[in-house]
């Protein structure tokens, strides 16, 4: 076997990361415990479907389409809006990994989505929690 070094765009390709996608939201929009990053989303998760797999297609190593269509890949913006804590990023990785395994993603693939997964994840999270690996010191100094 060969040792290459693949990209999860190589092993999925473009029609596998826009399946992988679609079902990441049917995903979200059914599993009770995503029922809160569910309800921040428009009723219609079609064009999300679209934003999120043009997205994970330049992020996994592919063509950078949501950058060409969108002018950038800074996520901090679109989220603002969004609160978005620990158990908000829980759930969208929760919903993630369910998607790879419904997607028949390889325990090799899984291992390699598993750390960058949660570092993106956790920098769209614009609020503080417990689990938070501290950002903005929460510390007063005494006086
Ligand atoms: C951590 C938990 C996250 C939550 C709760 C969340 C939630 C949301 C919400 C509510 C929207 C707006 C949806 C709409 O307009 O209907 C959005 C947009 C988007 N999210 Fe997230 N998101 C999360 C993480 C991520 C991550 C990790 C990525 C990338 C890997 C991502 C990629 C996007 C993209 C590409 C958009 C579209 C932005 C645009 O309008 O161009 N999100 N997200």
Redesign the pocket.
């Known amino acids: 076997m060969s040792a290459s070094a693949h990209t999860p765009y190589q092993i999925l390709g473009e029609d596998g990361i826009r399946e992988l996608t679609s079902v990441f939201y049917d995903i979200m929009d059914s599993l009770p415990e995503a029922a809160g990053?569910r309800a921040?989303?428009?009723e219609d998760?079609g064009?999300?479907k679209e934003?999120?797999a043009?997205?994970?297609i330049g992020?996994m190593g592919g063509p950078p389409l949501?950058a060409e269509k969108?002018g950038g890949v800074c996520?901090t913006e679109?989220?603002e809006p969004?609160h978005?804590g620990p158990d908000?990023?829980d759930?969208?990785?929760l919903c993630m990994h369910k998607a790879l395994e419904q997607t028949g993603a390889s325990e090799a693939l899984v291992e390699m989505l598993r750390v960058p997964?949660f570092r993106?994840?956790?920098?769209?999270?614009n609020r503080q929690g417990p689990s938070a690996a501290a950002g903005d010191p929460d510390i007063i100094a005494a006086g």
Request: proline share 6%; charged share 20%.
């Open positions: 990053i921040m989303h428009a998760l064009p999300m934003k999120l043009e997205y994970l992020w949501y969108h996520m679109p989220h969004y978005i908000e990023r759930q969208w990785l997964l993106i994840a956790d920098a769209v999270r």
